[in-house]
Structures are given as C-alpha cells and as structure tokens.
C-alpha cells in the first residue's frame, strides 16, 4: 500500500522519500509549466513578489483541459518535466521541495535536488482523467492570459505519485531501465 | 462529378474530433491489453491496466482521455470528380476544428516566437491528396506533443545502410525514454527528401496498430525495430519493463542516389486518430 505524503512537504518527508517508491499526496500543489515557469522566474530576477508561496511547496506541472461542466477540473495529467528544466534551479534556491511531471530531468537539475533537498515525482502521463479525479478543488492564481498554462493551486487527495530523484542522487527513471535492459534481466526475475 | 457541402464536412470533422478526444481505436486498447499480458515488470502492467483504465473511465464520462488534446492534424483525400460547395473547404476545415476546440485544451501558439496562444487550437495543420474518383476521406491524427518534441529527423548519405537506420530508430526512443509517454507507436518513414520523409512518418502512425508492411524486407525491419526497443527496458512510462513500443510501422519512399532520409514519428500512449468517408 503506497503511502500518503502531506503538501506542502516537510524536511523529514523530503529525507525518507526514496527512488523507486511509490506514494500518494495529499494537500495543496501548485500547477504551472512552460509559460508559467518563464514568467514567474522573470519576476523573481526583477525582484517581485510571487503569485504563490514557494518554501517547502510542491509544483506540478500540468496544463489541464477545461472542466466540465460541474466538474472540479478537465483532465489533468503531467506535462514533459524536461521542458521546465532551465527554469528549476531558481525556485529549488528559494524553497520548493517537490516538483511533479513526467520524464527525465538533466543532470543540472537531480544534482540541485540533492544540494537543496527535493524531491521529483513522476505521474502517469496519459493516466489524466483519473488522475483529475484525486483533485478536490482549483483555484486559479494568476496568469489567466495564459489559459491552461496559468498558475492554479489545486487540492489533491491520494494523487498517486512515483519518486522517480529522491534528494539522495536515487534516480527510478535509470535504475528501472537497467534492470530490464535486453539481457539484464535475470537480477529482475526475483524481484 | 460529385458536389459535397463544405457544411456537411464541417459537421462531420468537428464531431470526429470531438469524439476521439475521449475514444481510443479499438486497435490499442486491443494492442495494450495484450502488451498487458507480455510485460514481465510489475509496475509494468500496473501502469498499463491504468492507462486501459483511464481510457475506459474517459470514454465513459466523455471526458478527453489527456489534457494534452492535441493539435489537429487533417490528412484529406479528395476525390477528383468532387465538387465543394456552400463555401471553401479550408475553411471548412478550420471552422470544425475551432467547433471541436471549444471544450478541449487550446494547445495552438500562432507563432513560434511571439507564443501567443491562438485561442481555439486553431490553425488545424491539413494535408492535401488529389486521388482518384468522387470520394471524400479524412483522417485525423490529434497529437500531443510530449511525444512530437522527442520526433526526429535526419538526412543520412546512403553509406549508413540498413544498420544505421535501425540505430537511429533506436536512438531516438532511447533518447525519448519516459518522456514520449511510452508504450509508443512509433512511425518511421525512410528515404524520399527533407519534406516527404517526415511526412511518411507521420503517416505510418494512421496505420492500424501492428498492421504489417505489404513488403517483405520492410516488414522484417518493422519485427526487428520492435524487438530491439522493447529490448531497451524502458517500459510503461519509463518505469522499466519490456514493453516500450506496441508497434513499429515503417514506410519507404524513393529517394536520390545521394541520400538516405529517416524520420521518426513518436506516438504516446494515448493515439487519438480516426478516419471518415463521406
């Protein structure tokens, strides 16, 4: 049974992740990707405040498809991480401890994880209308010229999560590729 | 000489995109409940039985299967005993595609550069293809692009051979890895030029998942590409496992003495494509 991880996350839940694990979130997150990454790290270089708190906070990076009606959010599963890369090491400086997505982070990125203690965890891209599911509640923040793109916090439960870089240099992306690479398989057999 | 109302095309692409926003061809679901049964890695089949799960959930709520829902992109085979009426068929096109965007994520930046959004996932990207007859055919391919950014394309001299096209094919999923949101279908389109070799990929992922090339030593390279990348350990979302394409489609174009042009197409996990005919 995979167990439940509060947000914003705290130092020793930071410390006890580990590569591989799989857990469940519950709390508050922040959605924002690509043009929400760049503006934001834009304003932080002119010195303003910021539409959303950052220490000890976990973003995602989702832009989600519009609601139905009646429905909390539309589908809302994880964007390529890959992308948000040149804008990551900023906002790990200034606190946050957790980052969602999909796919591989650069080197730059999974060394400042461990330097500033975060974690990245990887959703199941694709998986998004029951992914959508686990959030409870959507509050758009800021940007709203950007659509889905704009920053939401959003209340999720149970969100079901990998760690794929823990904040020890563990990486689940790297080491699952090795164990069922074409011949590598009989250590797998007996897992 | 056949006339068709651009009115009747309209109402029927928007409908089409509509639909497949939240219905996946039978031919995946069919292809990921097997690759469901072939995967050895645990979390493997987990991630599977999830994305079937998923799928099953959209359509049943009739909610789009991914937030990424694409950009539209037409492959129209006209007729050329029809004759449009009521309007232009490009427009047309555009106008159902803005109908279908109205509760589907905007996706579409006017201008690379400038990135401001377009507003109604509008312009659709549309191929034109004058054929025989008085039929109308249109296919649709509604791509995210987690999958497309991790696309590539190459122009090799012919020195590189049949290896060295396989090593480029594998290059490029490996380099993907989690990214394209694997299981993949992965369209490669080999020979032609710079325009028609991508255009060739991208035409490979209408094919019926698992379809098999009509020419034998195309076909042998589509058994030994699948085997290769699902000997890479990729697995469902990267998260290990031997199941890192569902299915290799190739298609080979004539091309110059000089050259061999390669192009990889990556489909993820959630292909949203239909065809109609009126």
Redesign the interface.
Known sequence: MARTVRAPLDEAAVRSLRAGERVVMTGTIYAARD?AHKRLVAAMKRGEELPLPLSGQVIYY?????A?QG?VI????P??S??MDPYTLPLLERGVAGLIG???RSEEVKQALVRHGAVYF?A???????L?RQIRRSRLLAYPD???EAIRELEVEDFPL?VINDCHGGD??L????????G??GS??S? | MRTIDVRDVRQAVGELLRHSAHSLPEDYLEAMRTAGRQERSPTGQEVIELLLENAAYAEAETIPTCQDTGMAILFVEVGQDVHFSGGEIYAALQDATRDAYADLRKSVVSDPLLRVNSGDNTPALIHWEIVGGDGLRISTLQKGFGAELMSRVQMFPPAIGEEGVQQFVIDTVEKAGPNACPPLIVGVGIGGSLDTVGMAAKKALLRPIGSVSSEAHVARLEGDLLDALNGLGIGPQGLGGVVTALAVHVEVLATHIAALPIAVNLNCSAPRRATLEL
């Open positions: 043009a989702v832009g989600p498809a519009p139905k429905a539309g589908p809302a599963g964007t390529t890959g992308r999909k796919g591989s990887g199941v891209g694709g998986a998004s209308a029951l959508a950007l659509l889905s990998f689940a992306y080491a699952a590729r090795e164990a069922y690479r074409s590598a398989e797998q057999r897992r």
